[in-house]
């Protein structure tokens, strides 16, 4: 058996042994990066909306960046989400946080009860999702 012939054996064990392994994207991390791409989207038009209105007050100016910013980490965790990657996972995890943290320090004044409840209880939720063990696995190289 000559080099060429070895090389060749040895490239299609390899492949053989790839098939498979391959991971796939579960339901779970689909729905949380759907939902992070929403808060994405939304994040970049109330963000430039809130600079818009910098006019009225510096504060929105400053708040407008926080939104906006947030809004840009989300859609690139939304990438990071689906494709696996394990940076993904950890810019989900510290957004939510802050999020939530953004959402009971600024915006007690603006939204009801009930509308802050139900955003916070979504960030914690998606937050304790990516916690669990089966996800992190997912997301290990």
Known sequence: MGEADRRE???KLEKEASVGTEKRVSLGV????IIMGIL???GLGYGMVMINWAALSPEFYVLGLITLAQGVLSLAATYG???LMRWGRIVTICVNLLRTLFLLIFTR???SGAALAVEITISLMIVAYMLLPKVRSTFSP
């Open 40 to 42: 994405g989207i939304y």
């Open 30 to 33: 689909v729905v949380c990066a």
């Open 81 to 83: 989400l689906m494709k």
């Open 9 to 11: 054996a040895c490239h």
């Open 109 to 111: 004044q603006v939204y």
